[in-house]
Structure formats: structure tokens, C-alpha cells
């Protein structure tokens, strides 16, 4: 396969320019991550372990879950996780039905800390709000194909989108969510579902 990253390439191959472009959004998605860590003086990391508590249910708020979410090891989630206790960031809860594990729960300083944190999406998404809705509606599902390809092929896991989920009927370009009784457009599915029950294989 001839390179995407080739000027020359990219000239005749719009695969290559979509590679190419995919690639700048995630540099910039990095650099606004990293420049808020600096700012707060957490690791890019830690902000996304942050955000995640704050916006997910408690059964998914542990170490190997997290882990499995981030792409990272367990030990090494556990050390940002310490850090984050010891600036009273975030807090263990006693699991009560297995011991061997803890679940992680914002605390109070979190929760201030994280209403300036998310806010370093906001370039990005200035410039999204500039797209017409028909454009971005196109945009999303591109993204979305492109995104259950790569979890089919194992490259990216994603855990709760709905091209995972046991409740999604698929016929043709159709969708039907049988959980909450409703046909979906392309536009109504989710990448990230709290009622997501995952395909058993």
C-alpha cells in the first residue's frame, strides 16, 4: 500500500486525504488535551479519567474497567488513579459485592475541577457548530461506519455504541432499538449509551 502521509499520494487518493485529515483532527484533539494538563496539572490521562467518572455509571467507574476503556494497562491506570486520591480528586467505594475490587467516585474538588476541564473541546467544536446540519448528519454516520468497522475488526473496542448492542435490529440502512421501541435514524445512534447491553458472542 502506498503511503497516505505522501503529499503526492494524497493529490490523487481522497482514502488518503480522509487519513490524512483524520489525523490532523486527532493532533489537535491531543494538543488541547495536553495544554489543559498542563494548565490544571494533571496528565491527558488523568483528565479523561476525570471526565469519564463524571458522566458514567458507577459500575463502569474502576480500575480494569477504565483500563479496558483507555487501551491501557490496569497498573497503569491504578497509578494515575492514586494520584488523583491523594489530590482528593476522586475517592475508592467498598464494592460490596466483591471486595477484591473498588469503585472510583468524583469528589467535591473533582466536581469543580471538572467544570473548566471539559472545556478544551471548545476549537473543535466551534468549528463543528459552523457545519450546516445536513453536512454534519453525513459527517456522523461516515464516522460512525468507520468506527464499527474498526471495533469488527478488533482494532478499536468501543463498549457501548449502539452497532454493539444487543437491542439494535439492523435491516439494510434501517435501525430499530428494541429496548426503546423506536426506529432510529443514522443520526439517532449513539456512540456512548447508558441502557447499552453488548452482543454476546
Not at 495536553?34 to 488523568?46: C, F, G, Y
Request: glycine share 0%.
Amino acid at each position: 500500500m502506498k503511503s497516505p502521509f505522501n503529499p503526492e499520494i494524497q493529490n490523487k487518493n481522497i482514502d488518503a486525504k480522509i487519513i490524512a485529515a483524520l489525523e490532523r483532527i486527532s493532533e489537535v484533539f491531543r494538543v488541547l488535551l495536553w495544554e489543559k494538563s498542563k494548565r490544571v496539572k494533571l496528565s491527558p490521562i488523568q483528565i479523561q479519567i476525570l471526565i469519564f467518572l463524571k458522566y458514567h455509571h458507577l459500575k463502569y467507574c474502576t480500575v480494569n474497567s477504565l483500563a479496558e476503556e483507555f487501551n491501557m494497562t490496569a497498573p497503569t491506570i491504578s497509578d494515575a488513579v492514586k494520584i488523583m486520591v491523594n489530590k482528593n480528586l476522586i475517592k475508592k467505594i467498598k464494592n460490596s459485592k466483591d471486595k477484591r475490587f473498588q469503585f472510583l467516585k468524583i469528589t467535591a474538588r473533582g466536581e469543580r475541577l471538572i467544570n473548566n476541564i471539559y472545556l478544551f473541546v471548545e476549537p473543535l467544536l466551534f468549528s463543528i457548530q459552523k457545519i450546516n446540519i445536513k453536512e454534519k448528519e453525513s459527517l456522523l454516520s461516515s464516522l460512525l461506519q468507520i468506527i464499527a468497522d474498526l471495533n469488527a475488526r478488533e482494532i478499536l473496542i468501543t463498549r457501548r455504541m449502539c452497532f454493539t448492542c444487543t437491542f439494535l435490529n439492523k435491516n439494510n440502512n434501517e435501525f430499530y432499538c428494541n429496548l426503546l421501541e423506536i426506529k432510529l435514524n443514522p443520526v439517532d445512534l449513539r456512540i456512548d449509551c447508558p441502557e447499552h447491553q453488548p452482543v454476546s458472542k
